[in-house]
């Protein structure tokens, strides 16, 4: 199945400057987003609570914060790029009061839409621009005159414009200079989720801890060991990421490719497959959806424990130690915060 891809050419840059854009968040992508909107011409405020510890960055920014309902209120095209888990009460108390006829709605991820935790008015458009990449870099290559890809999608086609108008601000954060794929809110959000939770995100970090484990339980050296399973990972990512999986193997050695070819598949065998599989039901089902927000309306009990859980392994301070050997692991994350 092909996908359709939309370029610079393809998006009119002036459709987005002529609306007034309300950036609900600054954190990740919200930064990225009113930074480079801006660069681009358009007209943009923010969005966040009084006492959000967001707001003094983006005033040193030079923008202009207002609480979010205030920015709703002023804004034609209101991006919601606060955390997943705020927007529902976000949208009931600041938002939906002043989504007014014919304004759109823009998210960065599909998760309230695709389970209905926000249901937009009828007479509004709902769309999504998401950039595949964390925002930092999505504003480093913006600020290089160059672009993240991204997904863009139309929930809801009031205006009958709205594709349009979402592939104009994809234009104006740099995404349409390397690609917008056309997709849908449902096909976003599942992948997006299974992504972060079997591969990227959980995936990496599971793989990445056990092999530590296995390695310092037999008693091999921390700092051997996180050399192994940790640094070198990025090494061998960025292989991949250049020219595919066998690029990565015509880079590595005879005895390492054999090993991978050999080994590999016993790790990630079929039982991991059949669990890759139930989570992804649990992510169609609404399962996990469910799952999130009851930890969150609880105050998260179990997600702050496993976060300080994970804080506390060996592996983190093996790396901070060694990380203060590499003088080229330097450059701060936030700094184009
Ligand atoms: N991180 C990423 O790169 C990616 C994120 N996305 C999506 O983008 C969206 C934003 O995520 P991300 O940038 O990571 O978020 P962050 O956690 O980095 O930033 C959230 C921002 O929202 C503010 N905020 C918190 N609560 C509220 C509220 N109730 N009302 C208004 N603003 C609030 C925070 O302020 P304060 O500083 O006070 O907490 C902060 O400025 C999500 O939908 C996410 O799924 C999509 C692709 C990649
Ligand atoms: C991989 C994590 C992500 O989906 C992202 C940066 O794309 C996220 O939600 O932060
Ligand atoms: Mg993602
Ligand atoms: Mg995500």
Redesign the pocket.
């Known amino acids: 199945m092909s996908v359709e891809v939309y370029y610079d050419d393809d998006a009119d840059l002036g459709l987005i400057q002529g609306r007034k854009v309300a950036v609900?968040?600054?954190?990740?992508?919200?930064h990225a987003h009113a930074l480079s909107l801006r660069d681009s011409g358009v007209d943009v405020v923010i969005?966040?609570?009084a006492?959000?510890?967001?707001?003094p960055k983006a005033e040193e920014q030079g923008l202009r914060v207002l609480t979010?309902a205030e920015a709703a209120a002023e804004a034609d095209v209101i991006m919601?790029?606060?955390?997943?888990t705020?927007?529902r009460?976000?949208y009931a108390e600041?938002i939906a009061p002043n989504l007014t006829p014919g304004k759109a709605i823009f998210?960065?991820?599909g998760?309230n839409i695709r389970y209905d935790l926000i249901k937009p008015p009828a007479d509004v458009d709902v769309a999504m621009v998401?950039?595949?990449?964390?925002?930092h870099l999505?504003r480093r290559q913006y600020v290089d005159g160059k672009g993240v890809p991204c997904l863009v999608a139309v929930e809801q086609d009031a205006s009958g414009n709205a594709f349009a108008l979402a592939l104009s601000y994809a234009k104006a954060i740099g995404g349409t200079r390397a690609g917008a794929i056309r997709t849908t809110f449902k096909e976003e959000t599942e992948t997006?989720l299974f992504g972060e939770q079997a591969v990227l995100c959980g995936g990496a970090s599971a793989l990445v801890q056990t092999g530590f484990e296995v390695l310092t339980e037999a008693g091999y050296a921390p700092e051997v060991a996180y050399f192994e399973c940790l640094h070198e990972l990025k090494l061998i990512v960025d292989l991949m990421y250049e020219g595919g999986i066998a690029r990565m193997r015509y880079s590595i050695s005879d005895t390492a490719e054999y090993g991978d070819l050999t080994r590999g598949p016993r790790v990630i065998d079929a039982r991991v497959k059949e669990e890759m599989r139930k989570i992804l039901s649990e992510i169609q089902s609404g399962e996990f959806a469910r799952e999130l927000v009851a930890e969150e309306e609880a105050g998260r009990p179990n997600f702050t424990k496993w976060r300080a859980e994970g804080a506390a392994h060996p592996i983190e301070e093996t790396g901070r130690k060694l990380r203060d050997m590499m003088s080229w692991v330097d450059r701060p994350i936030t700094e184009t915060a």
């Open positions: 609900i968040g600054y954190g990740s992508q919200g969005g966040l609570p006492g959000s510890k967001s707001r979010p919601i790029l606060a955390p997943d705020a927007q009460a976000l600041s998210f960065g991820h998760f998401a950039p595949k990449g964390p925002g999505v997006d």
